[in-house]
């Protein structure tokens, strides 16, 4: 049997599924390199879970046991286009698995976007979880803000900035997040939709948890849901209708704090002269021709804070192509292609960055699937020709250029102390959120 090594840049779900499917293949004995420029691995199940969601993270144990496997290596902090590049990649390895996600904000484009207190949902979501290349603390003043989008991550923020701080001091969150949350004044979070609600597209299970947040009232115009007809909607937007209707009916509370959740309103404008003070939206509609249109009614909502939720977009890599329309690396069922139409040799993408931002965290699994399945088709056809690099001239080779690799045992040693602070201060973990800490801990095992 054939024996290769193949490198996944990105150690989130996509890299990660891709990592397991690659090393389960019948007629190739594969190795794999998980390479992460962070010196943790996940992604965004780490860094992009809302803190407050233990069980979404218990997926963190599936992908444990891929990378305790004797078949895969994790070598974070080595940073693609820094560290190492494309010619480097093929030269120690068979083939290459591209999995960097998309961690860019897409813009609003309206006036008064770069005021000081606008700021995109990404940065606010890097902060709350941890991440070491959040190098801000979030002015969170005023009593409202407006969170623009219609998909999970708003939901996320408009639940964290509303719900109690206590309830949030047991999560992982760094004590300088829980800082910042306890100076904070919000007692209004507007949710604001471009299109109607059965456009939505919140999962049930969050939209749920956004209603149920102990203390908070969420606040949606029935006129709003009058005129949807949930026969021929798909599930999700039909079970969505009813949770609709069931947060309009409900009764409101005096002295809560409130969530209002504005169906068919776009932003136009953030007012103010150097930060924040409110946010311009308008009343759309679509026209005669199906397209989303604004229909002259605006409103001014009173806001300190405009957070955009608009979407993410994934950042072109050094040699590789990109599809700069849809924020994605060109390819053909997860094949590599030029804007010629060319298949690169042995050169793969999966996950948001081949598909765009969109699904859920097994979504991944599925598209990881696809594309291994033409890593094996490609490693069948040139069979007598793959070559195999030790494990040990890829360490030389970095040590070489100087890059001081954090492995699997570095990450359980970060993983370690982010437990035993957990331990200390009495709740499960407490993440650790600078790059020095986390390299000097992850280094110590190395």
């Known amino acids: 049997m054939h024996k290769v090594r193949i490198a996944v840049v990105g150690s989130g779900p996509a890299g990660l599924f891709a990592a ?70 093929h030269k120690h390895y068979t083939a290459v698995v591209f ?71 047991t999560t992982d969150m760094p004590d300088s997040v829980i800082d910042a949350l306890r100076r904070s004044s919000v007692r209004t979070v507007h949710i604001v939709c471009r299109r109607g609600p059965e456009h939505a597209k919140f999962t049930t299970k969050e939209l749920r948890e956004l209603r149920d947040v102990d203390d908070v009232d969420v606040v949606i115009d029935p006129s709003d849901l009058a005129c949807v007809d949930v026969e021929g909607l798909p599930r999700t937007a039909a079970t969505n209708m009813k949770v609709f209707r069931e947060i309009a009916e409900a009764p409101r509370h005096r002295d809560r704090k409130t969530v209002y959740i504005h169906f068919w309103s776009k932003p136009v404008a953030v007012t103010g002269d150097n930060r924040v003070t409110g946010l311009d939206i308008e009343r759309t509609e679509f026209d005669s021709d199906g397209a989303l249109v604004g229909t002259g009614r605006c409103e001014h909502l009173p806001v300190s804070m405009v957070i955009r939720s608009v979407g993410y977009r994934s950042d072109p890599l050094p040699g590789l192509p990109f599809d700069s329309v849809r924020g994605v690396i060109p390819n053909r069922q997860g094949r590599v292609v030029d804007t010629d139409g060319t298949a690169r040799p042995l050169t793969y993408v999966s996950g948001w960055l081949k598909r765009g931002p969109s699904g859920v965290i097994g979504t991944n699994r599925m598209c990881s699937a696809e594309t291994v399945g033409q890593v094996r088709d490609d490693l069948a056809r040139v069979a007598d020709h793959l070559s195999f690099s030790e494990a040990g001239a890829v360490d030389e080779s970095l040590r070489s250029r100087g890059v ?39 280094l110590a095992r190395t």
């Open 20 to 89: 397991d499917e690659l090393i389960r293949s019948d007629n190739v004995e594969i190795e794999v390199d998980v390479i992460d420029r962070l010196p943790t691995p996940y992604g965004l199940v780490r860094y992009g879970v809302a803190p407050d969601h233990p069980r979404i993270k218990s997926v963190i144990r599936g992908f444990e046991a891929i990378l305790e496997s004797p078949s895969v290596r994790f070598l974070g902090n080595v940073e693609y286009g820094r560290d190492v590049d494309l010619d480097w990649l």
């Open 99 to 169: 999995a960097t996600g998309a961690s860019s904000d897409r813009g609003l484009g309206i006036v008064g976007e770069s005021l000081e207190g606008s700021i995109a949902a990404s940065e606010l979501v890097s902060f709350y979880s941890g991440h070491p290349d959040c190098n801000f603390v979030p002015e969170i003043s005023g009593n409202a803000v407006a969170v623009i989008g219609a998909g999970n991550v708003t939901l996320d923020v408009a639940r964290i900035l509303s719900k109690s701080v206590d309830s949030l001091a």
């Open 404 to 442: 001081s690799v954090i492995d699997y045992s570095g990450w359980q040693s970060i993983n370690d102390a982010e437990i035993q602070r957990g331990v200390d201060a009495g709740k499960e973990r407490v993440k650790i959120g600078d790059w020095q800490t986390l390299r000097s801990l992850g």
